[in-house]
């Protein structure tokens, strides 16, 4: 029975070891995945005085204004968590004015570039793989043997040894 059932596996895979006269070499590559390297990039803060008293508003020195970005960022999710900050200190001329800067809401988007290869983004490794011919030469035996009939061997040992 095991005989028979090694026979018909040989028969099967003997078409597939004929695909073509010569065994074919390909090209294998490690195709490395890197990110891209991405910066928020943000319009210029727009901001003014506001202060309890109105007119005190125009007696006092524009303030200084920027933007601050978080260090860290999910470019693929949302636009960057940037944020306008002012130097709470700036000068109104008018006396006991109670004034605080007051900003648009701050706009920034994603720029992003691709990786530097070799430094921000590894070079793939290629290497050339070929497959094995019907008759592999097997040096301890200085004989060659049909890859056909040690498949069918190795099959025929695993089934009258299971």
Not at 92 to 120: D, F, M, N, Q, Y
Not at 122 to 133: D, K, M, T, V
Request: charged letters at 15%; glycine letters at 4%.
């Amino acid at each position: 029975m095991h005989a028979f059932l090694a026979l018909t596996l040989l028969l099967l895979l003997s078409p597939h070891f004929a695909r073509a006269c010569h065994p074919e070499c390909r090209w294998q590559s490690d195709d490395p995945v890197c990110t891209a390297v991405c910066e928020p990039k943000c319009q210029e803060p727009v901001c003014d005085v506001q202060c309890q008293v109105p007119e005190h508003a125009s007696t006092c020195v524009k303030p200084q204004c920027w933007v601050r970005c978080p260090n860290d960022g999910c470019e693929s999710e949302h636009c960057p968590a940037c944020e306008t900050v002012c130097n709470p200190y700036f000068y109104c001329s008018a006396h006991g004015a109670v004034c605080a800067p007051l900003c648009e809401e701050t706009r920034c988007s994603w720029a992003c570039r691709k990786p530097i290869p070799g430094k921000e983004c590894p070079l793939p490794r290629f290497e050339l793989q070929c497959e094995h011919p019907a008759c592999e030469y097997s040096g301890a035996l200085g004989v060659c043997t049909p890859m056909v009939y040690v498949v069918a061997a190795s099959l025929l040992f695993m089934l009258t040894h299971a």
